[in-house]
């Protein structure tokens, strides 16, 4: 069906940038806006109503609000209408749009740019990238879409809303994160700018006004939690690389850093060395990554880091390379733990409800033939850690679609049921883990 039609919900920032792009990229298209702030003249402003019969019809509406908005459209919307999402959360406006809006075309998407930057780039959108998350358009419908958008200048790219919201909160809210912390310090520019100094500030005063977005992200994306914690656990290991290193409390012990979350095989490795080592006294910390670890060690905030080098199956563990070519330490002992993955999901769930497999490249890597052979069509995603991914699944972070490749110990500790036991391509399994403190 050709758009004749576009309705936009909306008159803000991003509603007003639609407007002008509409006007230059397609003038044939009728555009109706609809905004409570502005009465209808039945030219540019029009009914909701009227702009809800459009043949699409944008959603251009503050997040918390997108909801609401989006169940006083659908009644109104045409039954051929084309209901268009375009919030920068995606799990959240999905799983709305799969609930209220059944029967009703839709495509969600994100553009990943803005009013700011358009005015920057003095309207020049080459390159501005355009983020397809889910819809149900026809093949041909889709096709025609993204070839259009890919004609004016745009960037298209397709990723799961799961994927598109742990991106966004590593990348669009961090930025707001460090940008607002800037901007409620006080910070700003100075007649003696450094140049990077000056790419910080682009970036503060790319978000200053959108202290709401920063909120509503933060509030609707549900890995944005994770991020903050981890910037506040980073911002300490800086401060206390900055600050004399402490003594090793006889009371508290060593402080063994891990690189990974509770139920992993690194914790498993931290616990043989503590065994072999006859370690009374000490504590680990669940650090998620090699980085990170890496990063304690030199802050002064662990004693000991515990992570992966090598495995049997997957090869050397990229991840501990590129961490240990930015750090240095000293390495006070390899030793190896053999490795038994498990296929895990909610207690519930059957064989025949998962559709995505999710764990640590590496746990991906060693049970590589296993998925080829027996989940052919399931979709496989790489994930921070495995024990974070059966963390995050069990506390709902994950589709419930979604089985996770982790330890049996991450299975007990997180309550997931264990679909297939040791499904690792080879039956001796083992990875080298190294034990390091700092130089």
């Known amino acids: 069906m050709g758009i004749k039609t576009v309705g936009i919900v909306g008159y803000g920032s991003f509603g007003t940038l639609a407007h002008v792009l509409f006007k230059r990229f397609a003038p044939s298209v009728e555009v109706r806006i609809f905004s409570p702030?502005?009465?209808?003249?039945?030219?540019?402003?029009?009914t909701l109503a009227d702009t809800a019969q459009c043949d699409?019809?944008?959603?251009?509406?503050?997040?918390?609000?997108?909801?609401?908005?989006?169940?006083?459209?659908?009644?109104?919307?045409?039954?051929?209408?084309?209901?268009?999402?375009?919030?920068?959360?995606?799990?959240?406006?999905?799983?709305?749009?799969?609930?209220?809006?059944?029967?009703?075309?839709?495509?969600?998407?994100?553009?990943?740019?803005?009013p700011e930057s358009y005015e920057k780039r003095a309207g020049d959108v080459k390159g501005f990238r355009i983020v397809m998350t889910d819809g149900t358009l026809e093949v041909d419908e889709y096709k025609a879409l993204t070839a259009f958008l890919k004609q004016c200048g745009f960037e298209v790219v397709e990723m799961t809303p799961e994927s598109h919201d742990k991106q966004i909160a590593e990348t669009l809210f961090l930025t707001h994160l460090i940008g607002q912390t800037i901007l409620h310090g006080g910070f700003g520019r100075r007649d003696i700018d450094t140049v990077s100094f000056?790419?910080?500030?682009?970036?503060?005063?790319?978000?200053?006004?959108?202290?709401?977005?920063?909120?509503?992200?933060?509030?609707?994306?549900?890995?944005?939690?994770?991020?903050?914690?981890?910037?506040?656990?980073?911002?300490?290991?800086?401060?206390?690389?900055?600050?004399?290193?402490?003594?090793?409390?006889?009371?508290?012990?060593?402080?063994?850093?891990?690189?990974?979350?509770?139920?992993?095989?690194?914790?498993?490795?931290?616990?043989?060395?503590?065994?072999?080592?006859?370690?009374?006294?000490?504590?680990?910390?669940?650090?998620?990554?090699?980085?990170?670890?890496?990063?304690?060690?030199?802050?002064?905030?662990?004693?000991?880091?515990?992570?992966?080098?090598?495995?049997?199956?997957?090869?050397?563990?990229?991840?501990?390379?590129?961490?240990?070519?930015?750090?240095?330490?000293?390495?006070?002992?390899?030793?190896?733990?053999?490795?038994?993955?498990?296929?895990?999901?909610?207690?519930?769930?059957?064989?025949?409800?998962?559709?995505?497999?999710?764990?640590?490249?590496?746990?991906?890597?060693?049970?590589?033939?296993?998925?080829?052979?027996?989940?052919?069509?399931?979709?496989i995603e790489e994930y921070e850690d495995t024990a974070k991914a059966a963390e995050d699944l069990a506390a709902g972070k994950l589709p419930a679609t979604t089985a996770v490749i982790a330890s049996a110990a991450a299975a007990k500790l997180y309550k997931l049921k264990i679909l297939e036991k040791s499904i690792q391509d080879l039956k001796t399994n083992y990875t080298t883990f190294l034990a390091a403190s700092a130089l």
């Open 56 to 114: 699409a019809v944008i959603l251009a509406v503050p997040i918390h609000a997108f909801e609401e908005v989006l169940s006083k459209v659908v009644p109104l919307a045409g039954k051929d209408s084309v209901i268009v999402d375009i919030a920068t959360v995606k799990v959240h406006t999905v799983q709305l749009l799969k609930k209220l809006a059944k029967g009703h075309r839709y495509i969600a998407t994100h553009p990943m740019w803005g």
């Open 198 to 379: 000056g790419y910080l500030m682009d970036a503060v005063e790319s978000v200053r006004r959108d202290e709401k977005l920063f909120r509503d992200v933060f509030t609707f994306n549900p890995y944005c939690k994770d991020v903050l914690a981890r910037f506040k656990n980073a911002e300490e290991n800086v401060r206390g690389m900055l600050e004399k290193r402490a003594e090793v409390s006889p009371t508290e012990g060593l402080k063994i850093g891990v690189s990974g979350a509770q139920g992993s095989f690194s914790q498993e490795a931290a616990e043989k060395y503590r065994e072999d080592s006859k370690l009374k006294k000490c504590t680990l910390m669940y650090l998620i990554s090699v980085e990170n670890v890496l990063a304690a060690l030199e802050a002064g905030t662990i004693d000991l880091g515990v992570f992966p080098i090598e495995n049997s199956t997957g090869g050397v563990v990229t991840e501990t390379v590129h961490a240990l070519a930015k750090h240095n330490c000293n390495i006070k002992k390899l030793f190896d733990i053999d490795i038994h993955q498990n296929l895990l999901a909610r207690e519930g769930a059957n064989v025949g409800d998962i559709k995505t497999i999710t764990s640590h490249e590496q746990a991906l890597k060693q049970c590589r033939a296993y998925l080829l052979r027996e989940w052919p069509d399931a979709k």
């Open 37 to 46: 702030d502005k009465k209808p003249d039945n030219r540019e402003f029009f």
